[in-house]
């Protein structure tokens, strides 16, 4: 009965987080998480003999090559992949707040529910991609291989930063009693 009439009132809507409040906190979970992943990245290929750069000169050359089997014109390498990356580090993030702030089983109700959501939404959500990359480029198995424990590697980090940044920026304010 009271639910119903916290309803009616629209308090339950003042407890709930916004979808904008999701999308922004999604936005900045994603910026944080593309920037620590691009970071564990850079420290794990140098370590590797490879370039820093690796992975968004692998992102920026499937898409330039993409982009040429539909007849456009790009030049691939580390600044377009940059680009991508962060672009769609933001979108999937803005997604996942969103999604987190109005679906109530996506709400996370604690630190390890949130962070278990932002790993399995993230290495859900990248495979297509991370396919695509490997057939326009050609990839051996042995590429593959390293491409994909790689990229799950570095998804998961993703995944966790996004969950935690998702889950403290929803919480609920704490209240102080009088």
């Known amino acids: 009965m009271q639910s119903r009439f916290q309803h009616q009132l629209g308090v339950e809507h003042l407890t709930r987080p916004?979808?904008?409040?999701?999308?922004?906190?999604?936005?900045?979970?994603?910026?944080?998480?593309?920037?620590?992943?691009?970071?564990?990245?850079?420290?794990?290929?140098?370590?590797?003999?490879?370039?820093?750069?690796?992975?968004?000169?692998?992102?920026?050359?499937?898409?330039?090559?993409?982009?040429?089997?539909?007849?456009?014109?790009?030049t691939g390498d580390a600044p377009l992949g940059v680009l991508l990356h962060y672009l769609i580090g933001l979108g999937l993030g803005a997604l996942f707040g969103a999604a987190a702030a109005r679906v109530p089983m996506l709400q996370p109700g604690s630190a390890l529910k949130a962070m278990a959501l932002g790993i399995l939404y993230v290495e859900l959500?990248?495979?297509?991609?991370?396919?695509?990359?490997?057939?326009?480029?050609?990839?051996?198995?042995?590429?593959?291989?390293?491409?994909?424990?790689i990229s799950a590697v570095l998804h998961?980090?993703?995944?966790?930063?996004?969950?935690?940044?998702?889950?403290?920026?929803?919480?609920?304010?704490?209240?102080?009693?009088g």
Not at 18 to 25: A, D, P
Not at 160 to 173: D, E
């Open 18 to 74: 916004t979808r904008s409040r999701g999308i922004l906190v999604g936005l900045i979970g994603g910026l944080s998480g593309t920037l620590v992943m691009d970071l564990c990245g850079a420290g794990l290929f140098v370590m590797m003999g490879a370039p820093a750069s690796l992975a968004v000169t692998i992102i920026g050359d499937a898409a330039a090559g993409f982009a040429a089997a539909i007849g456009f014109t790009l």
């Open 125 to 149: 959500v990248s495979q297509p991609l991370l396919v695509a990359a490997a057939l326009i480029l050609q990839m051996t198995a042995a590429e593959l291989a390293q491409w994909f424990g």
């Open 156 to 177: 998961l980090v993703y995944g966790l930063v996004l969950g935690i940044a998702v889950f403290a920026g929803l919480r609920p304010a704490a209240t102080t009693r």
